[in-house]
């Protein structure tokens, strides 16, 4: 099935609903109140983390590829709404956000895992579509002096086997930082973004493994690549146009 969605891209409710065409008198509603059924699909829009208008302090949360996620207050498994989700006849799309306001991300189309007969009924999805999210640097509150930076990154199968290739070892600086269990930590990039409006592809050709210094200075465009000077190994072909992307679009002229 095709869905206008890329996942790992940020989407507001007004977005949703210009992508799905859907006509006025039948936005807002539901679609605020975590989740609404529209044309046979079901899309969830929830909070992690953090309170939401309707979801109280329900503790939704990812358990690694899983989503642990509570339903509305007063929802009971034997309800029809509830069985549609654990039975469903269309699809049923994700949206998450970590702050209070502002866009959600998608992060694919979900199905259920399992489920408990609490109230509100408590599901956790399993992401049908899996993809490496980009970055997400949270907006920083005007209200608070404190604010958190967080790096949600979420791999896909891809991404998990080139990073065990080269043994979560940077492309690019060749560390590998080692953590306290004593395995190693490294991220993917994707050179040309997979959101919008770069709409990079998932392939090999298009991830670089690096280090979270690394990966942070290519997101901000703050250095060049060299395709000569990358680390490489035989069973991961980068790609030169995936390169020349970078170079030509994130990179900032001024660091040349
Ligand atoms: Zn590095």
Redesign the pocket.
């Known amino acids: 099935m095709s869905h206008p969605f890329i996942p790992g891209t940020e989407y507001t409710r007004a977005d949703v609903y210009r992508l799905l065409d859907v006509p006025t008198h039948l936005q807002r509603g539901n679609w605020e109140t975590g989740y609404n059924r529209y044309e046979n699909n079901l899309y969830i829009f929830c909070n992690v983390g953090v309170k939401g208008r309707t979801d109280h302090d329900y503790d939704n949360h990812w358990e690694g590829d899983d989503f642990v996620w509570f339903a509305k207050t007063g929802t009971k498994l034997r309800q029809p709404q509830i069985q549609w989700m654990l039975n469903p006849t269309g699809k049923i799309f994700l949206f998450t956000r970590s702050v209070e306001r502002g866009a959600f991300t998608f992060w694919g189309t979900v199905i259920a895992k399992n489920s408990e007969d609490s109230s509100p009924v408590k599901i956790t999805w399993r992401v049908e579509e899996r993809f490496l999210i980009a970055v997400d640097i949270e907006p920083v509150p005007a209200d608070r002096t404190e604010t958190t930076i967080s790096r949600i990154i979420r791999d896909t199968a891809l991404a998990k086997r080139i990073k065990e290739l080269h043994g979560n070892r940077?492309q690019?600086?060749g560390?590998a930082l080692k953590l306290s269990d004593g395995t190693f930590y490294s991220e993917a990039h994707h050179l040309q973004p997979l959101g919008s409006p770069h709409d990079g592809p998932d392939v090999e050709g298009n991830i670089l493994v690096?280090?979270p210094?690394?990966h942070a200075l290519c997101d901000f465009g703050a250095i060049h690549l060299d395709i000569e000077t990358l680390r490489r190994h035989p069973l991961h072909e980068i790609g030169p146009q995936f390169v020349s992307y970078h170079n030509a679009t994130i990179a900032h002229r001024s660091s040349r």
């Open positions: 940077c690019i600086c560390e690096v280090c210094n690394h």
